[in-house]
């Protein structure tokens, strides 16, 4: 069942990043937030999945002009299972010296969540929600 109201909408099917240095990012996808790799068509982009979701880093090229590229991203939303396990992430990053950008904080909604940052400044949000983290996103 579609929660869109449009028409034929099913929901987001992936999220392209131009990253810096593909390799770094790579891994920080992988041994970070453990995604899998779906596809690697070249060395200068990969797709990844955690299952439900793609993302899809393409790497910016060297000879790209300063201010060429302007970041319009505010965060990317990854679903966590329990609030338990939010703060126990955030642990886990800080252990791993990974940017906490915002700590954990309980919303007036019932959510949880900590913002973190990849190697290339994305913020990342690891978000407990009572409504989605019981569910199976399919």
Same mark, same amino acid.
Request: aromatic share 8%.
């Given at each position: 069942?579609?929660?869109?109201? /449009?028409?034929? $909408?099913?929901?987001?099917?992936?999220?392209?990043?131009? !990253? +810096?240095?593909?390799? &770094?990012?790579?891994?920080?996808?992988?041994?970070?937030?453990?995604?899998?790799?779906?596809?690697?068509?070249?060395?200068?982009?990969?797709?990844?999945?955690?299952?439900?979701?793609?993302?899809?880093?393409?790497?910016?090229?060297?000879?790209?002009?300063?201010?060429?590229?302007?970041?319009? /991203?505010?965060? $990317?939303?990854?679903?966590?299972?329990?609030?338990?396990? !939010? +703060?126990?992430?955030? &642990?886990?990053?800080?252990?791993?010296?990974?940017?906490?950008?915002?700590?954990?904080?309980?919303?007036?909604?019932?959510?949880?969540?900590?913002?973190?940052?990849?190697?290339?400044?994305?913020?990342?949000?690891?978000?407990?929600?009572?409504?989605?983290?019981?569910?199976?996103?399919?």
């Amino acid at each position: 069942m579609s929660m869109s109201s /449009l028409k034929g $909408l099913r929901g987001m099917r992936h999220v392209a990043l131009k !990253v +810096k240095d593909i390799k &770094r990012s790579r891994r920080f996808y992988q041994e970070i937030l453990g995604m899998g790799v779906v596809w690697e068509p070249d060395p200068q982009n990969v797709y990844l999945t955690s299952g439900s979701d793609n993302l899809a880093l393409h790497e910016l090229p060297h000879e790209s002009d300063p201010g060429s590229v302007s970041q319009q /991203l505010d965060h $990317l939303g990854f679903v966590v299972e329990t609030i338990e396990r !939010v +703060k126990e992430l955030e &642990r886990e990053f800080q252990a791993k010296d990974i940017p906490i950008v915002h700590p954990f904080k309980i919303h007036r909604d019932g959510s949880a969540s900590f913002y973190c940052a990849d190697p290339d400044g994305i913020v990342i949000q690891m978000l407990y929600e009572p409504h989605l983290s019981g569910q199976e996103i399919k």
